[in-house]
């Protein structure tokens, strides 16, 4: 009969686990790197020092977390992303838009940071290519079905590569200043040469 | 009659600047922003540790020469592109690998993490968005030089933007893994579309 009193227990610890995690991606983000401490990140979530540590003893431990559930949540993005294709004459506005959005939102903004750390720290390299790899199929899963929903534009998998690369650059861009005006400009053009690509 | 004498070690005090800065890029884009701390740039670059604090009392001194010197480069590197345009049938081609060659070399790579850097510490930051916005704006001179050569295609200007956000696209995926052979590809399908667009 121990159930009724552990469940709540357990629930408490994942919860506190999860704002662990949810402080370290938008200290990742917002902040950079080394802002990025243990002690901060427990102080951003609420969360005593020891009970921080308790869930990660080492700031390799909670970084190893953070970056798994971060991919995990983009890939589970391009994911439903996919799930819920747009139809219809903006079909590609619609699918280009899905992709610019992983590669512009906070979780990469975070995963950038971890990418850049990798260069100083081979064991972090490691833990982030082969999530970046299966992210990289996702999102092109998903836009390959959007520029090409009938299988007929053998040439959409070459403009599926484009599209997430160029996302990546406007991702990139987008850390150092808010860049969605100049973006929305060149997206717009962008999907305009894949509609015509597309024919 | 001091300048005999003073010149040479004028020299000498140059070159030790050169060495320090170029050991600064190396290790930046190899080795990243936690692993480049003035010790290891002295070490690597041949220079006591004194003579190094001689030249840059501080970390933030080093960085700061040491990003207006790579953005002085690559801004030069465009500009000496743009100087001698290449024309004829392959110039689309030839102009595309210009740009990817600025945001895949070393120079980007290391500036990749001061960028990061910056996310932590807003003094890099500033010191870094004008100059790359005069990166951005040479490169896209060249870029458009490249794709209109005689000013009758208004389209190029869009089309060049998109090029230069696909290259730091490019330039991102480059740091996790070496990309040079998916890149190759993505890039031959990009200056067809380029030449069809620009008919």
């Known amino acids: 009969m121990n159930a009724p009193l552990r469940e709540p227990q357990q629930d408490r610890s994942r919860a506190t686990r999860e ?4 402080s370290t991606v938008d200290l990742l983000a917002t902040r950079g790197w080394a802002a990025t401490t243990v002690a901060k990140v427990a102080e951003d979530a609420g969360v ?8 990660f003893p080492t700031r390799e431990a909670l970084f190893t977390a953070v970056i ?10 391009a994911g439903a992303a996919l ?11 619609a699918v280009v838009a899905q992709a610019v959005a992983i590669y512009t939102g906070k979780p990469f903004k975070a995963a950038l940071q971890v990418w850049s750390a990798a260069a100083s720290d081979p ?16 999102a092109h899963k998903l836009v390959v ?15 599926a590569q484009i599209t997430l690369d160029l996302a990546r650059g406007f ?18 053009a962008w999907v305009e040469q894949l509609t015509v690509a597309l024919g």
């Open 145 to 159: 079905a959007g520029l090409d929903p009938d299988g007929s534009r053998p040439q959409a998998h070459r403009l």
């Open 123 to 138: 064991a972090l390299g490691e833990v982030i290519r082969p999530l970046e790899l299966k992210l990289g199929r996702a």
């Open 68 to 77: 798994e559930q971060m991919y995990d949540n983009m890939t589970a993005e």
């Open 171 to 188: 991702g990139l861009a987008d850390t150092l200043t808010d860049d969605s005006r100049r973006r929305a400009g060149v997206q717009a």
């Open 83 to 93: 799930a819920e294709l747009p139809t219809g004459p903006d079909s590609i506005a």
């Open 48 to 55: 005593s020092r020891g009970a921080a540590q308790h869930h």
């Open 19 to 22: 704002r662990l995690l949810a």
